[in-house]
């Protein structure tokens, strides 16, 4: 057996490969488990069906069997009973890790997590939240301890599975001090863990590196859990393109934590779509090999081929998304040395385009002068996959009729009142955005691709 295959389990070869029998099946779950694992690990599954053919990894320490597609609920439905019908779907399918925050979903997300998650027994289930006390005015001990309190009291649970210091990275080491360390935050989340309210402690990553690596340097003395960060095949060497010098590739970042022996949790796996929306000149590179599977799938392979990724976060609000990736998940089948090969040079090739790193967050949202900020660079980033961009280079002709058609169509697609046009260059946006695009730049640009004309 191979370390990945030792490292890639499902449930049921979870089952056998620890001597449980079938009669293990009519235990409750935390039970059946205690009876084989030391008495202070807490491992908590859902038994196999015919349905569930799931890869699982291991948490190093507890030993939890962690789903490696993990539930993104940041982009949930407003209707309660269609986020109940995703949840519900995931779990009979094998999902049981389910990632919020007190700030998705404008305040709301935490609480319709756990009106879906609730309708199951605790141990069905582990639930990631965070300190999303990103503002300034909310940088106080006891601001944050409220809204530590209020995840409990939202998600409806006693304790929380993984517990996370939100986005650390934006305004360097100085923000991290202010927000968790000068102000005793951080002390105080480590006693919850002690306490075992907080059954593991990470942080969330995105922007200057130095924040990243003075949490790393300091592990002897945090010891950190896991550790969230953007990881993609385009980022994994690009990730700086058109963002700061501070910022760092995935490649590192992974490498560091890889080295530490900590476990990754994994967003943007798809860079927020802009990886399973590529041009059709990559596509068809990527149907060559692989003609059934869409490009989505391949970006999820890749990060689910890297062994010491815990899960791979997707934010999945559309039932056709989620039972596609439950079936690439199902099981895994891990990327070869050749496709991997492959999606290197097609990442080199996407740093060359000009794309705008928006994922679609939201984090800038709302603007104060009513830009759709993530629609606007969608609908740009949307035409240059398909080659509808007018381009400089091209001859005067070629540029008209393609301004032309960009145009009409960015006016179809975006109402007048929320289109680029708009932008005041308030710069209120510019702090928000976990991937440092400076905004109102590229609100300029996208204004002057229909307002320019060649004769």
Not at 15 to 23: C, N, T, Y
Not at 53 to 70: D, F, P
Not at 384 to 401: F, T
Request: hydrophobic share 35%; aromatic share 10%.
């Amino acid at each position: 057996m191979t370390q990945n295959e030792r490292h890639d389990i499902s449930r049921r070869q979870f089952l056998r490969q620890f001597g449980f029998g079938s009669a293990l099946m009519a235990l409750s779950p935390l039970h059946a488990l205690a009876q084989e694992q030391a008495a202070d690990t807490n491992v908590a599954f859902t038994p196999a069906t015919e349905s569930n053919n799931m890869t699982y990894r291991l948490q190093n320490g507890s030993g939890e069997a962690i789903s490696l597609l993990g539930f993104g609920m940041m982009r949930l439905p407003r209707e309660q009973e269609e986020v109940n019908r995703l949840v519900d779907y995931a779990i009979a399918h094998g999902i049981n890790y389910f990632d919020t925050a007190p700030m998705y979903g404008r305040g709301t997300n935490e609480a319709a997590t756990g009106q879906a998650l609730s309708r199951y027994p605790r141990d069905k289930y582990f639930v990631a939240t965070k300190m999303s006390n990103q503002s300034p005015n909310l940088w106080s001990l006891e601001k944050s301890k409220e809204m530590y309190e209020n995840s409990f009291r939202q998600l409806q649970v006693d304790y929380i599975d993984y517990y996370l210091l939100h986005s650390i990275g934006g305004g360097g080491v100085d923000t991290l001090r202010g927000r968790f360390l000068d102000n005793g935050v951080l002390d105080f989340l480590l006693k919850e863990r002690e306490a075992r309210r907080i059954r593991h402690l990470g942080f969330s990553y995105h922007g200057d590196v130095a924040a990243f690596d003075y949490l790393l340097d300091h592990n002897d003395e945090y010891h950190w859990d896991f550790v969230q960060i953007q990881m993609n095949y385009l980022d994994w060497r690009h990730a700086g393109r058109g963002r700061r010098r501070s910022d760092a590739d995935a490649e590192y970042l992974y490498g560091r934590l890889e080295k530490l022996g900590i476990q990754c949790v994994i967003m943007e796996p798809i860079r927020g779509g802009g990886l399973a929306n590529v041009s059709d000149e990559i596509r068809s590179q990527l149907q060559a090999v692989r003609p059934a599977d869409s490009p989505a799938r391949w970006g999820f392979r890749w990060v689910g081929s890297h062994s010491n990724v815990l899960t791979t976060l997707s934010g999945m609000n559309r039932m056709e998304h989620l039972e596609e990736n439950v079936a690439t998940f199902s099981p895994l089948q891990p990327c070869t040395s050749a496709e991997e090969e492959l999606l290197a040079r097609i990442a080199d090739q996407m740093a060359g385009y000009p794309t705008i790193g928006c994922t679609t967050c939201a984090y800038c949202m709302p603007c104060p002068y009513g830009v759709d900020i993530p629609g606007n660079f969608a609908f740009y980033n949307d035409a240059v996959n398909k080659g509808l961009l007018p381009l400089p280079q091209s001859d005067a002709a070629d540029y008209i009729e393609r301004q032309r058609t960009y145009t009409e169509a960015y006016r179809k697609a975006i109402p007048e009142l929320e289109r680029a046009t708009a932008c005041q260059d308030c710069g209120e946006c510019l702090s928000k955005c976990p991937q440092h695009i400076r905004i109102p730049n590229q609100m300029s640009r996208l204004v002057e691709l229909t307002r320019k004309r060649r004769r």
